[in-house]
């Protein structure tokens, strides 16, 4: 192999990219009634002074949400029912129907992406290219080496 094709070796190897990778992780979330109380408690017993239900109808419909609301208890959700009625609120509305129970904890499965997985460097993008890096043939060993040690160094932080 001349030097001229080797070095268009060398270019390739060090200029692969690796396709993204789609890995979705299930976590179970839990909400309690206290954590529910600490986000919104202080602004649903404050909204029962009429002269300020408007001032406080924003930030409290920006940080309810259907969790909370399943883990509050009765005499909360009665308010926020009579509060989500005169406001028009038709999601807090739904969510208070769905919330008959007197749960003290509520749990559920959110998915979503692996942010450190869906990276573009990711370690499973890093172990992608380096299997690349392997599978090249006719590539200067010295330029593989060199790759492998810049990629080893990138797996270097996800290892503890």
Do not use: C
Not at 117 to 129: F, K, Q, V, Y
């Amino acid at each position: 192999m001349s030097h001229e094709q080797q070095s268009s070796v060398q270019r390739l190897i060090v200029r692969t990219e690796s396709p993204l990778p789609s890995v979705l992780v299930q976590e179970t979330v839990t909400i309690t009634r206290e954590d529910a109380l600490a986000a919104v408690g202080s602004l649903i017993d404050t909204m029962r002074d009429f002269r300020r239900i408007k001032d406080l109808s924003t930030p409290l419909k920006e940080t309810l949400t259907e969790p909370m609301v399943i883990v509050l208890p009765p005499d909360m959700k009665m308010w926020l029912n009579v509060w989500a009625a005169f406001f028009g609120f038709d999601d807090i509305k739904r969510w208070l129907e769905g919330a008959t129970e007197d749960k003290r904890q509520h749990s559920w499965i959110q998915v979503g992406e692996n942010p450190l997985l869906w990276s573009g460097r990711g370690p499973t993008a890093i172990l992608d290219e380096m299997r690349q890096v392997m599978n090249v043939e006719g590539v200067d060993e010295a330029a593989r080496r060199r790759k492998m040690h810049l990629l080893i160094d990138q797996m270097q932080v996800y290892i503890p």
